[in-house]
């Protein structure tokens, strides 16, 4: 008698494993053309999480693309304001009052004049 052994794995690493064998660690199956259920062998590659990750913005355009300043949809300062509270903190105004003006942390102004939160231009 056999004993039965149930696996579950999606269906792209079955093709990857039937085909190719195991799967080395810390590697995934990657699709080329970005549709999950096109698990042809000729469409799946293997890669790392960060070159999936690179292939998902740069091929395919897809997750974060360019999600900096007031491009960012949880931007809450657009470019103008940060080139004022840069100006303004240069003219000496306190954190704590630009903090208040625009509706944000005064550390968040900290990181905005120090040049780690956002571009100045």
Same mark, same amino acid.
Do not use: E, K, S, T
């Given at each position: 008698m056999f004993a039965s052994v149930r696996v $579950? /794995?999606? /269906? %792209?690493? !079955?093709?990857? =494993? %039937? !085909? $190719? *064998?195991?799967?080395p660690v810390g590697l995934t199956v990657n699709h080329k053309n970005g549709t999950k259920t096109d698990n042809r062998p000729s469409n799946l590659e293997l890669a790392t999480p960060e070159e999936q990750a690179r %292939?998902? #913005? +740069?091929? !395919? #355009? #897809? *997750? #974060? =693309?360019? +999600?900096? *300043?007031s491009r960012n949809a949880m931007a809450k300062l657009t470019t103008e304001q940060v080139r004022e509270i840069c100006s303004r903190r240069a003219d000496g105004v306190l954190l704590r009052v630009l903090a208040a003006d625009y509706g944000v942390r005064e550390q968040t102004i900290s990181r905005i004049v120090r040049g780690d939160r956002r571009s100045r231009g």
């Open positions: $579950n /794995a999606m /269906a %792209h690493r !079955l093709v990857w =494993l %039937h !085909l $190719n *064998g195991p799967i %292939h998902a #913005r +740069q091929v !395919l #355009r #897809r *997750g #974060r =693309l360019d +999600q900096f *300043g």
